[in-house]
């Protein structure tokens, strides 16, 4: 996430049993954000009440209801960092009873290298790692070969069974009896079938 002003801002979201945000959370984050290393640049909290009610407060008003009162007496940017599609998220996958707090950040000393840079005549250029994306596209690719894997395993069962109840239902002479006696084989050898489905089956054909 990138600000208005161009500066390293990322965004993120804490969420709350209940319509308050937890003491203890909210002085660690006023700590934090007090320091020198982060900036809150944002803060809005959202509450789904058990009605299914959506309240929304930011930190430009009193946030001493959400439990979030040492965050908001930050000054905080007057530009609105947190944009509605951002909370359209939050509100579609909010539960009743819950809230969060979604909060627009950066990461100071980023800011104070970016201008180190820009006063030297540099350039800073914000990109995802490669280390990232690289990760990103394994996992997808893993749980694409998964999907494949498990639809490929699940169409050898269907055939399997497919097979496995015509053989011995039906009358076997000659090389037919040999050739059905060789798929059951191969169905026992491959596992689609146990031991004793295989003597059970080769039993009928022997039979009939």
Not at 106 to 119: I, K, M, N, S, Y
Not at 138 to 145: D, Q
Not at 188 to 194: H, N
Request: with cysteine; net charge negative.
């Amino acid at each position: 996430m990138t600000s208005v002003d161009g500066r390293p801002a990322e965004l993120m979201t804490l969420v709350f049993p209940g319509d308050r945000a937890h003491p203890a959370v909210a002085e660690v984050l006023a700590e934090i954000a007090g320091g020198r290393d982060i900036t809150v640049l944002d803060l809005v909290f959202v509450t789904r009440t058990s009605g299914d009610m959506v309240r929304i407060a930011d930190a430009r008003e009193n946030l001493g209801d959400t439990g979030l009162g040492p965050v908001g007496a930050l000054r905080v940017s007057a530009s609105a960092f947190i944009g509605e599609d951002d909370l359209g998220m939050v509100r579609d996958w909010l539960r009743p009873g819950t809230s969060a707090a979604v909060i627009a950040y950066e990461h100071t000393w980023a800011r104070r290298l970016a201008q180190a840079v820009r006063d030297a005549g540099g350039v800073l250029i914000l990109s995802p790692s490669s280390g990232h994306l690289a990760e990103e596209r394994r996992v997808v690719a893993e749980s694409e070969a998964a999907v494949r894997e498990a639809e490929a395993e699940a169409a050898a069962a269907e055939r399997a069974a497919e097979r496995y109840s015509t053989v011995g239902s039906r009358p076997a002479c000659g090389d037919d009896l040999v050739g059905q006696l060789a798929d059951l084989a191969s169905l026992r050898d491959s596992g689609a079938i146990s031991a004793a489905e295989f003597e059970a089956a080769k039993a009928r054909l022997l039979t009939t």
